[in-house]
Nanobody, 116 residues
Framework: QVQLVESGGGLVQPGGSLRLSCVAP????????MAWYRQAPGNRRELVAH???????NYADAVKGRFTISRDNAKNTLYLQMNNLKPEDTAIYYC??????????WGQGTQVTVSS
């Protein structure tokens, strides 16, 4: 059974930091480009960042310079370090392979709320 388990979200003030983690099944993690996505209330799910070979990464313009994606292949774990958080970063964050669609399996996600 496919399981993607995201964690690390929470409530943080503007300017604060969070580190998200995602544990993925070996068959997905080792074979895939992995990514973080997010979905804010009333919005479509959007790509935040993806990491291509463990080194090369791409980011959405809205998070460039603030977020860093990384992966630990030995632990099948994907990370997202989020610094200088803004209220507009409030969303549920998901990890998955890239590309992924609504037809793919998605985990529960982890809620990030940025508010004073």
């Amino acid at each position: 059974q496919v399981q993607l388990v995201e964690s690390g979200g929470g409530l943080v003030q503007p300017g604060g930091s969070l580190r998200l983690s995602c544990v993925a099944p070996t068959n997905i993690f080792t074979a895939s480009v992995m990514a973080w996505y997010r979905q804010a209330p009333g919005n479509r799910r959007e790509l935040v960042a993806h990491i291509i070979n463990g080194v090369a990464a791409n980011y959405a313009d809205a998070v460039k310079g603030r977020f860093t994606i990384s992966r630990d292949n030995a632990k099948n774990t994907l990370y997202l370090q989020m610094n200088n958080l803004k209220p507009e970063d409030t969303a549920i964050y998901y990890c998955n392979k890239w590309p992924a669609s609504g037809a793919d399996y998605w985990g529960q996600g982890t809620q990030v709320t940025v508010s004073s």
